[in-house]
């Protein structure tokens, strides 16, 4: 069964730590992306990334960075939270097909930022 | 830049019936992808149906089928004989040609016995 790994279901920080939300995919999938849930507003993209070493801003990326050393892994760091980036943050994947193909979930971080 | 609006921040429903959600979108792609996504309490997404837009035939996927009006930038999801496992948040989505998601706020859909 393919699977997108999020590596916290809950998380709690504080204000002004670095925060590292890591992603694992085991379907050697080129694209991944990070975007936050919030209620109301649905999901928006934060990163992406196409490639190995590479990445793209999406709609909201400040505050945020990404790091995408490996194929299977992105990870999203946090380099102050701050109390407005309590939120759900879903990882996802998809190959490299284009338009249509459909995305793989995590299950979401619960990040709280007190 | 596309858009996606879901004007019903929930919907509530029967068990056996039907239900619609609605959604817009504004998109400037010529060729793109509209799905809709549910989101149960376990938080896993999960790809209930996608159409494609040069596509006129809509798509239905079992209890699921979708009305795509393409001149009206419409595209609404009908749930048919509802189940008590339906009940979960619906997000309505679409797609440039790099394959990125933009998605609407959501439909709470909440089935009663």
């Known amino acids: 069964d393919v699977k997108v790994t999020q590596s916290s279901r809950y998380l709690v920080k504080r204000t002004g730590e670095k925060v590292f939300l890591e992603c694992v995919q085991d379907?050697?999938?080129?694209?991944m992306f990070w975007y936050r849930q919030d209620p109301g507003l649905g999901l928006r993209l934060i990163y992406f990334s196409y490639d190995v070493k590479m990445k793209e801003k999406g709609d909201i990326p400040e505050g945020y960075s990404v790091s995408r050393e490996k194929k299977e892994r992105f990870s999203l760091i946090l380099e102050s939270a701050s109390t407005n980036q309590t939120s759900m943050y879903l990882c996802?994947?998809?190959?490299?097909?284009?338009?249509?193909?459909?995305?793989?979930f995590g299950s979401g971080t619960q990040l709280s930022v007190l | 830049a596309q858009t996606v609006t879901q004007s019903q921040p929930e919907m509530s429903v029967q068990e056996a019936e039907t239900v619609t959600l609605s959604c817009t979108y504004d998109?400037?792609?010529?060729?793109?992808?509209l799905f809709w996504y549910k989101q149960p309490p376990s938080r896993q997404m999960i790809l209930v149906i996608r159409?494609?837009?040069?596509?006129?035939q809509n798509a239905t996927e079992n209890r699921f089928s979708v009305n795509f009006q393409k001149a009206a930038k419409s595209f609404s999801l009908k749930i048919s004989d509802s189940q008590l496992g339906d009940a979960a948040m619906y997000f309505c989505?679409?797609?440039?040609?790099?394959?990125?998601?933009?998605f609407g706020a959501g439909t709470q859909v909440v089935v009663t016995p």
């Open positions: 159409q494609e837009a040069y596509k006129q």
């Open positions: 998109t400037s792609e010529s060729d793109y992808y």
């Open positions: 379907m050697d999938h080129e694209n």
């Open positions: 989505a679409s797609t440039d040609s790099w394959g990125k998601l933009q």
């Open positions: 996802a994947s998809s190959s490299i097909g284009g338009r249509h193909e459909k995305l793989f």
